[in-house]
């Protein structure tokens, strides 16, 4: 699974960040980003993280 931040919807307010610092950044533009595929080691993070986001922008990819 890979985790997508969908950049029109994503705030910047780096929730997905501090949740899991291992698959996603803010970048250079001040929205989320990914950069890591979603392991066995961050899936329960990654999922918190896209229950935690204010406004949805994070999705799954399978």
Do not use: W
């Amino acid at each position: 699974m890979r985790a997508k931040v969908h950049k029109d919807d994503c705030i910047g307010c780096g929730l997905c960040e501090s949740i899991c610092p291992e698959v996603f950044k803010i970048d250079d533009d001040g929205k989320a980003t990914v950069v890591a595929e979603t392991t066995v080691a961050t899936y329960d993070e990654v999922q918190n993280a896209m229950a935690s986001c204010p406004v949805a922008a994070i999705s799954e990819e399978i």
